[in-house]
């Protein structure tokens, strides 16, 4: 179903326009075409000298059905201005890990860091994996990948972002999006 709104512009145009912005994200909304699946807005670190769980989601099997559909991830954070020099953080899914950035020494400095990505199903047993990080520390400013990962999607697959450092919080997360997005 199409909805078409038009606007003619009164001195009175502005709460139209705002209604009309309204109704666009509900028909966007409704079409299913978008869904936040998980959000996180708390701080979360590692935990002394262990990978930790600093996102953590589980996609139910079965989710992205059709060829072309993805989960699209966001999270941004940072890495402390400790003294270690093993500070990392890594995306999995399914048990297979799509990006890492090795380990990193930030000392002196707090350096913020941004990831990007999405999980493109290619077939029931195959995903398109990409994203890219921009940080603020210059031994890694932007950094990508792009990657194919064998992952059966009828089955449930958990998807995380980890962090590891030798202190506590050497890595954190501070807040995160994760959504689906169908094919229209």
């Known amino acids: 179903m199409t909805t078409t709104t038009s606007v003619t512009r009164t001195p009175n145009s502005d709460a139209r326009i705002r209604r009309a912005i309204e109704q666009l994200k ?3 909304a409704s079409a299913g075409n978008l869904t936040v699946l998980d959000w996180g807005a708390s701080f979360v670190g590692n935990t002394a ?3 930790t769980n600093l996102v953590a989601y589980t996609l139910p099997g079965g989710t992205v059905a059709s060829t072309g559909e993805s989960i699209e991830f966001r999270a941004a954070g940072q890495f402390a201005s400790s003294a270690s020099t093993d500070k990392r953080i890594r995306v999995t899914f399914g048990g297979i890990v799509g990006y890492d950035t090795g380990v990193l020494a930030t000392a002196g400095t707090t350096r913020y860091w941004t990831i990007h990505g999405s999980i493109t199903r290619a077939s029931a047993t195959s995903v398109r994996y990409q994203s890219a990080i921009f940080t ?6 932007v950094d990508a990948i792009r990657a194919s990962l064998t992952v ?3 089955s449930d697959q958990l998807f995380r972002i980890t962090g590891n450092g030798t202190n506590a919080s050497d890595v954190l997360v501070s807040d995160y999006k994760i959504w689906f997005l169908g094919i229209p």
């Open 136 to 141: 603020s520390y210059s031994g890694l400013p």
């Open 152 to 154: 059966s999607l009828g």
């Open 49 to 51: 000298a262990t990978e």
């Open 26 to 28: 509900t028909s966007v």
